[in-house]
């Protein structure tokens, strides 16, 4: 079955700091794997996702991630947090079919003037 | 047009009301989803439909029915429901594929009083 984990439920950064959100998969086969951001009462809007063509992914809003195999690991990087990126980060998961997308249970950032 | 398009956004409704939650997306993708997302957690996929055809129903109470009229509409039918049915309601769509994302719309807030 696949799955993800998102470490650290509240992440909080200096504005213009490094942001890093940490993300690990748990799958048999190589997973597709996205980064979502979702804002208070809106849905989900795609960040950026992962389907084997590059290890490194650029996103929207200056974000990234990187893929690592060994570390079955997919954390979302920003280089420098702005006011406008806090909001709740989910990654996710989707079976081969794309049935289903499993979510982790989300990170909350918080980005301090 | 990359929209899933929700209504309404906002619902509140008793505990003996029938009401439709509608969802509506023109992007030729044919698989189509609900979530429900309580505050503070990941959305719970509820139901999927693949083709028109109901492929996946993850033990929700038969107080929620959906329906997939077309390719492009997806409803959530409510009756009878509970207060701790109050949440967000999610609707996404996707190509078939595992490497595609999945398109939210904006959700509907329901609160059951």
């Known amino acids: ?39 208070p009462n809106q849905g989900l809007q795609l960040l950026l996702k992962y389907t084997s063509a590059a290890t490194l992914v650029k996103g929207i809003n200056g974000f990234e991630a990187e893929f690592k195999k060994s570390e079955t690991s997919f954390h979302l990087t920003k280089p420098s947090a702005h006011m406008s990126d806090a909001a709740e980060y989910f990654c996710a998961v989707s079976d081969r079919a794309g049935n289903q997308f499993y979510f982790g249970t989300g990170t909350s950032l918080t980005v301090i003037p | 047009d990359t929209e ?6 906002h619902l509140v409704m008793g505990m003996t009301n029938k009401k439709s939650l509608k969802c509506e997306q023109h992007m030729g993708h044919r698989a189509m989803y609900w979530y429900k997302q309580k505050a503070k957690k990941p959305p719970e996929l509820m139901f999927v439909y693949s083709y028109e055809k109901l492929s996946i129903n993850e033990s929700v109470p038969s107080r929620f029915s959906p329906e997939c009229p077309n390719s492009s509409l997806l409803n959530l039918h409510l009756h009878a429901l509970q207060p701790e049915d109050s949440a967000l309601y999610l609707c996404a769509s996707s190509s078939r594929g595992g490497n595609t994302e999945a398109f939210f719309g904006q959700g509907t807030r329901l609160t059951v009083v």
């Open chain 1, 1 to 39: 079955a696949q799955s993800v984990t998102q470490l650290g439920s509240h992440v909080s950064v200096s504005e213009g700091a490094l942001v890093l959100l940490r993300c690990n998969y748990s799958s048999s086969v190589p997973p597709y794997l996205f980064w979502y951001v979702q804002y």
């Open chain 2, 4 to 9: 899933v398009t929700q209504t309404p956004k």
